[in-house]
């Protein structure tokens, strides 16, 4: 019988057992910044910001003349609404079910975060079995029947550093029918601590962190994408109202076109009755109105279509897209003009850009696991120590009291190696990590040159719109001007009615271009915005994901 006494190994067991537990457990930054990974900020993930086209332009703005003034109703209306851009954004972001599928997907990306955060969590193990033997024995010294009851309780404890630490307490009640046996029956109680840890693959913080740090960055992927899509869909919202704007536009010029064939109606019946006309006029006239009254049908028709379009983006149980509520757009377009500053604009574009984090993340990701792939090719060399204090009585009391007292104590150390000849799988995995990377720097060159494309297009498209609207607005002017020339010299008998209408037709399509190419500039603004990352106007959006249901 052996005693160990040592007082140093005792010392030294107790010291790697207390920075094992140090190392044990579950740390929220471990693998999520806390040893080394790109962390995003909160604030670039979940903020919106706004481009405000005055604080990007670098001369001042020019004011253009006021849109055209809306009509009467002349029929009682269903219920009307009010909305302002703002209030649109809001209810899109509150209501709309695109958004509401996606603002789900990070809460269920950070699950998966929670769940690889898990892997260094204890557990408790713990067994039992009862055995009933009964063997022939070649001597008498050895008993042929034995009854044994064995339990365990234990905890394991997974390190950050790769390895692992077991505690177990195994109790054991022996009874056999070996007349030579000293304890019958026999209790047995051990307590036992173990160690294991690799020391080149496998070992180290960064390395066991690379699960978290996967899920972390898949996360945070996530979150770029489902920004992206909630600009996308509040930069649809604000497309869809000012198309809005633009139907309802069109359907006041029709009504205004409607009434000046009906006034050119009332004049060729009052020539006719005069005795200054011809019969045919009045013809003419009535074929004109009707022409006009078709206009209105189709005009209102497209109304109720950019209406239900909207509808659909709100998602508002009040404005259904069945509910015969008319909406009506209260904020104006902003007809100013700007000279941007292109590559300022391209610049914003990549450092703001969704598409661009999201590139961002997988080359930091790519670099990762070239790390892990690095440390993979190591060789694999495994410390392994045990502890162990025995305890043996004629009553389970007796046998945890030498326990107690530590009488008798076992030490193991040992090592464990193994080195793969060749090692070409290793070499291979690590040569498509560095080939991944290669890829994802390149995939960042590509989308950069995307951006700055589609940036420029928008600038090209910006100021063609704004072109529009001041060749639209002078032939509104000079169409005015000729239908007055035409209506006069028709009360004089110059000219037919067919005159007068073709005169007024020009006037009706010089407005809806003007209408067209107002809204357009505003719709290109919306692009400029959408492009740079951004959302038009001075209000910024903070958008928040859906919180997962609770277990």
Same mark, same amino acid.
């Given at each position: 019988?052996?005693?160990?006494? /040592?007082?140093r ?15 044990a457990?579950?740390? &929220? ?38 849109t ?113 046996a ?23 913080l ?9 899920a ?8 770029? @994408? ?16 000012w ?10 010029v ?43 049908i ?20 009040d ?50 696991n070239? &790390? ?25 009391? /007796? ?10 104590? /076992? ?17 291979? &995995? ?6 991944? &990377? ?5 995939t ?5 040159t ?9 600038? /090209? ?26 209506? @006069? ?16 037709t ?46």
């Amino acid at each position: 019988m052996v005693k160990t006494r /040592d007082l140093r190994t005792v010392a030294g067991a107790i010291i790697m057992v207390s920075m094992c537990l140090a190392m044990a457990g579950c740390d &929220r930054s471990f693998g999520t910044g806390g040893t080394g990974e790109m962390v995003v900020p909160q604030q670039t993930l979940r903020q919106i910001d706004n481009t405000e086209m005055e604080a990007i332009a670098t001369t001042q703005p020019t004011t253009m003349p006021a849109t055209l003034p809306a009509t009467t109703r002349t029929a009682q209306p269903p219920a009307e609404i009010l909305l302002s851009i703002e209030e649109v954004r809001q209810a899109a972001l509150a209501n709309n079910l695109d958004l509401r599928v996606e603002l789900l997907n990070p809460t269920i990306a950070m699950e998966s975060v929670n769940a690889e955060r898990a892997r260094f969590e204890s557990v408790f193990t713990a067994s039992t079995d009862y055995s009933v033997t009964d063997t022939p024995a070649a001597s008498k010294l050895s008993g042929t029947q034995g009854k044994d009851l064995r339990t365990n309780a234990g905890i394991q404890v997974p390190l950050r550093t790769g390895g692992q630490l077991n505690f177990d307490v195994p109790l054991t009640r022996s009874e056999t029918n070996n007349t030579w046996a000293t304890l019958n029956p026999a209790y047995t109680s051990d307590a036992a601590a173990s160690i294991s840890h690799p020391l080149l693959r496998g070992a180290g913080l960064d390395v066991n962190a690379q699960p978290i740090r996967v899920a972390f960055y898949q996360y945070q992927t996530t979150e770029a @994408r489902t920004k992206l899509e909630v600009i996308r869909v509040l930069a649809e919202a604000d497309r869809v109202y000012w198309r809005l704007y633009a139907a309802r536009g069109a359907l006041e010029v029709r009504k205004k076109e409607y009434d000046l064939a009906n006034a050119q109606l009332e004049r060729a019946r009052r020539m006719v009755e005069a005795g200054a006309a011809a019969e045919t006029e009045v013809t003419r006239a009535e074929s004109g109105v009707a022409d006009r009254l078709e206009g209105i049908i189709v005009a209102d028709n497209a109304v109720r279509q950019r209406e239900r379009d909207l509808k659909r983006i709100l998602n508002r149980p009040d404005i259904g897209m069945d509910s015969p509520t008319i909406v009506v757009p209260a904020s104006k377009p902003n007809p100013l003009y700007y000279r941007l500053d292109a590559r300022q604009l391209v610049r914003v574009a990549i450092n703001q850009r969704m598409d661009m984090l999201e590139t961002e993340l997988q080359i930091a990701l790519e670099a990762a696991n070239v &790390r892990s792939a690095r440390n993979a090719m190591l060789p694999l060399v495994t410390l392994d120590y045990a502890y162990n204090i025995s305890g043996l009585g004629p009553d389970l009391g /007796d046998s945890l009291r030498m326990t107690r007292d530590k009488d008798y104590e /076992d030490h193991r150390l040992g090592v464990r190696m193994e080195v793969p000849i060749g090692n070409e799988a290793a070499r291979s &995995r690590l040569r498509a990590s560095l080939a991944r &990377r290669m890829q994802q720097i390149a995939t960042k060159q590509q989308r950069a040159t995307l951006v700055e494309q589609e940036v420029l297009n928008a600038i /090209d498209q910006i100021e063609a719109n704004y072109q529009r609207i001041w060749a639209a607005q002078k032939r509104v002017l000079m169409s005015t001007r000729v239908v007055d020339l035409e209506t @006069r010299h028709f009360t004089q008998g110059l000219r037919t009615s067919t005159d007068v209408l073709d005169a007024q037709t020009k006037l009706a399509n010089a407005q809806l271009s003007e209408v067209s190419a107002i809204t357009e500039y505003q719709i290109a603004q919306v692009d400029i915005a959408y492009a740079t990352g951004t959302l038009l106007g001075a209000t910024r959006v903070l958008w928040q994901p859906i919180a997962g249901p609770k277990p």
